[in-house]
């Protein structure tokens, strides 16, 4: 009887874990999204008041593109890969069902702070607020995402089947030397 009750109490927290790996996925989309959103309203920012930083660094320019490319790459590759395997995923169960719920539930339930925004109204500059209370909910996202990944273990499987890790990292370092060049180049023309 003891093992009846502890069967039934424990049945709704028997949850697929595919559950969990489509609202990351949707988290990541929405995190993704307003990302770029905080990035073109950066850049429009950034070239009102001044020339671009990569003006005559082509070079830099060329690898940070590249850098952005696989980066897009990587994230939709893991996003095919989740997608694929979640329907093959198994259900979560007792304790961590419990955990991975209460999460999901924290993570949908968060918006974004109202005393950032009210403040970001009041800002001396408020274009300039606006730009930093974006990059906050950009961060935000991010973060709420991360949480979730502790409930889909297909995105550390999936992220280690990502062939661009390595070319990603050594462009990384191309792109820090070519800046460095590039900094090195403009302080002696500015001098």
Known sequence: MRHLLVLFFSLPFILAENEFCQQYVECEEKAHAKAIECLTNSNALAEAKAPSKWQGCDEAKALHDEIHDLN????????????EKVSS????????????????????????NEAAKRKARRSKDPKKAAQKLCWREA???????????KCCPLVRQCAKQDENKA???????????STKQCRAKSAKVTK
């Open 139 to 149: 961060k935000r996202l991010q973060t709420n995402c991360q949480k979730l990944v």
């Open 167 to 177: 070319a990603l990292t050594e462009k990384k370092k191309l792109l820090r030397e």
């Open 72 to 83: 897009e790459k990587s994230r939709d590759a893991k996003d095919v890969c989740i997608k």
């Open 89 to 112: 995923s198994d259900a979560l169960t007792g304790k961590k069902a419990e955990r991975c719920a209460a999460i999901a539930q924290r993570v949908s339930k968060r918006s974004g």
